[in-house]
T-cell receptor, first 109, second 115 residues
Framework: GIQVEQSPPDLILQEGANSTLRCNFS?????LQWFHQNPWGQLINLFY???GTKQNGRLSATTVATERYSLLYISSSQTTDSGVYFC???????????FGTGTRLQVTL | DVKVTQSSRYLVKRTGEKVFLECVQD?????MFWYRQDPGLGLRLIYF???????EKGDIPEGYSVSREKKERFSLILESASTNQTSMYLC??????????????FGSGTRLTVV
């Protein structure tokens, strides 16, 4: 099956700093999503981005499908950005997602 | 507010017990999923369902079964719980838009400990 690798595995930032999270995948995908899991365990969908660039406030994402990677940018980080960020993909007509192992982000004051 | 509700936040069961984890969604979604989350492994798909009475195995179905008798409810069953099934279990539902977007909503998870 498709492999999804995320880097870095852990990241510590001071409030106000910017960061880039990376997701590499091993095959062509028709669905790529970024999720944020808050410290209480709730997973929230951030972006649906199988290709191209999207922005939502301080967050933006870019997927280069031909090179099989996606980037999530966090600007002016806040403590509420802490948690785990997951990249997830699917192929073909299936809606089931394959998740990466996540990037754990801690934003400190 | 649309929701996926998991019946228990925390659960402790004994080895060999039959365990039921319940998930209910109120969004009329066709697709429902059960994942387990373990440190360093991300989320792994156990079973999923595209319709009532339909089920398909995910990546790690061994030791689990599922039931979907009604569209809004998807149950995960541990036939004989073992300590290696201690984990966080996450239920999700999804819809499919004409543009191919699968919108996912997750429940808040059930942390199961098998002793």
């Amino acid at each position: 099956g498709i492999q999804v690798e995320q880097s870095p595995p852990d990241l510590i930032l001071q409030e106000g700093a910017n960061s880039t999270l990376r997701c590499n995948f091993s095959d062509s995908v028709n669905n790529l999503q970024w999720f944020h899991q808050n410290p209480w365990g709730q997973l929230i969908n951030l972006f649906y981005i199988p290709s191209g660039t999207k922005q939502n406030g301080r967050l933006s994402a870019t997927t280069v499908a031909t090179e099989r990677y996606s980037l999530l940018y966090i600007s002016s980080s806040q403590t509420t950005d802490s948690g785990v960020y997951f990249c997830a993909v699917s192929t073909g007509t299936a809606s089931k997602l394959t998740f990466g192992t996540g990037t754990r982000l801690q934003v400190t004051l | 507010d649309v929701k996926v509700t998991q019946s228990s936040r925390y659960l402790v069961k004994r080895t060999g017990e039959k365990v039921f984890l319940e998930c209910v969604q109120d969004m009329d979604h066709e697709n429902m999923f059960w994942y387990r989350q373990d440190p360093g492994l991300g989320l792994r798909l156990i079973y999923f369902s595209y319709d009532v009475k339909m089920k398909e195995k995910g990546d790690i179905p061994e030791g689990y079964s599922v039931s979907r008798e009604k569209k809004e409810r998807f149950s995960l069953i541990l036939e004989s719980a073992s300590t290696n099934q201690t984990s966080m279990y996450l239920c999700a539902s999804s819809f499919h838009t004409p543009t191919g977007h699968y919108g996912y909503t997750f429940g808040s998870g059930t942390r199961l400990t098998v002793v």
